[in-house]
């Protein structure tokens, strides 16, 4: 009788697994051997091999042709073809938590496939990047569509793949200048602050660098340039006034961040020589008030010097006791500065003689100097707000009480009455 059987203790291969089969059969020579698989497939070898492209179980049967003697047949040997479970075409990627990947954060591929001591297992990540593990962790360094393919290797078999596809976000990083543009001066404290988007876990692992270029100078053969690096927050002061520009780059883990996109230049603003600000007088421009029934003061308060801002304020005899501001000014043949504040005061009690009421007016002047706006200056010497009180004695000429009115009114009627009724009578006189 024919005796097979199958090389190794399994009889379960997967699809395309290269299968041997051992002829133990005893014959003298010249005779033929027939191998029959079960998949229509047939072979003439003593000892034969195969492969199968499908899963399924099948019956491996050999026959031996002995010269004159009949054909014999061995026993069925049974033959388990199974597939590559979970492997599909399509390689399905899912990214866990919000759903969304960086660039540079970890991320690890999942395989579908279940681990077996027959396969082996290869990502291809493209730019000849391929990992041979069977779940490695990958940080993917280009943003944009990453595509991916995993590779199973069958032993003794052929290669089986799925592709898909990661959609990986860019990390953004976008450069803040904090100071008020207005107020950057030479060798004053200027913070500047990397806005970044991306994961807590990249937060900490990214490194900035800074490079400030200062205009050229007549001083030096070369511009400025200042680095600091390491640092998302930066605070730092330019002497050189004029356009500086700044770049700033950042890595993480090796990868460069391709794009930063924000403010690229900023203004050191020159600062002349600031002449003292100064209160020359405080007056009130008329001090009799009330002849045609307006309660105005009209304040003058004579400055000189640079300065941001004067306020003045009225003790509590005016309608609207708060600080009144002006910027603006009619400059003088001197060169000082003169402003004029209109204060409305309260009206006097209505009298008939209209006999001036006194009225004590307290004007305080206060000058707002630029640095004392200035939070960010370093500068000791920065001036004050400086402040001058002055006093004054208003006439007020009261306005007339409301019966004096009337009865102007009514004498008026009364002697248009007896005119007329002295003319009614003289014209029936004459008829």
């Not at 000429?397 to 019966?403: H, Q, T, V």
């Amino acid at each position: 009788m024919a005796a097979a059987s199958v090389l190794g203790a399994e009889n379960e291969f997967f699809v395309s697994q290269r299968i041997s089969f051992s002829n133990e059969t005893a014959a003298p020579k010249n005779t033929e051997w027939e191998w029959d698989f079960g998949d229509g497939k047939k072979s003439a070898d003593k000892n034969a091999t195969h492969s199968y492209e499908e899963p399924g179980d099948y019956q491996v049967v050999l026959t031996v042709k002995a010269p004159n003697v009949q054909p014999r047949k061995s026993s069925p040997i049974p033959i388990k073809v199974i597939p590559i479970e979970g492997l599909k075409e399509k390689l399905t990627l899912e990214i866990p938590g919000d759903g969304v990947l960086y660039v540079g954060q970890k991320y690890l591929l999942p395989n579908p496939v279940k681990q077996d001591p027959r396969l082996s297992f290869e990502w291809d990540l493209g730019n000849d990047n391929k990992i041979a593990n069977y779940a490695p962790e990958h940080r993917f360094i280009f943003a944009g569509t990453n595509n991916v393919q995993l590779n199973v290797s069958v032993k003794d078999g052929r290669i089986f793949s799925a592709k898909g596809a990661l959609i990986v976000k860019p990390v953004e990083i976008k450069p803040l200048i904090e100071t008020r543009l207005d107020l950057i001066k030479p060798n004053r404290s200027v913070s500047f602050r990397a806005a970044t988007k991306a994961p807590e876990e990249l937060l900490n692992r990214i490194q900035y660098t800074w490079t400030f270029t200062g205009p050229e100078s007549e001083s030096q053969d070369s511009p400025t340039e200042i680095k600091i690096q390491d640092q998302s927050t930066v605070e730092e002061s330019f002497g050189e006034p004029g356009i500086w520009t700044v770049s700033l780059e950042a890595s993480f883990n090796g990868i460069e961040v391709p794009k930063i996109e924000g403010f690229t230049s900023f203004e050191v603003i020159s600062t002349k020589k600031r002449k003292d600000p100064k209160i020359k007088r405080i007056d009130v421009q008329q001090k009799t008030i009330g002849q045609d029934g307006k309660y105005v003061a009209k304040i003058l308060v004579e400055t000189e010097g640079d300065y941001e801002e004067l306020s003045i304020k009225i003790d509590e005899i005016v309608n609207d006791p708060a600080p009144q501001k002006k910027v603006d000014a009619i400059e003088t043949e001197e060169k000082s500065l003169q402003h004029v504040f209109n204060i409305p005061l309260d009206t006097p009690m209505a009298s008939y003689a209209q006999k001036e009421v006194k009225q004590q007016l307290r004007v305080l002047a206060t000058i707002t100097s630029e640095e004392g706006r200035d939070k960010n200056s370093t500068d000791s010497n920065a001036s004050k707000d400086l402040s001058q009180a002055m006093e004054f004695t208003l006439n007020l000429i009261p306005p007339k009480p409301d019966w004096v009115l009337w009865a102007y009114l009514g004498g008026g009627l009364l002697v248009l009455i007896i005119i007329g009724i002295i003319a009614l009578r003289f014209v029936r006189a004459s008829g």
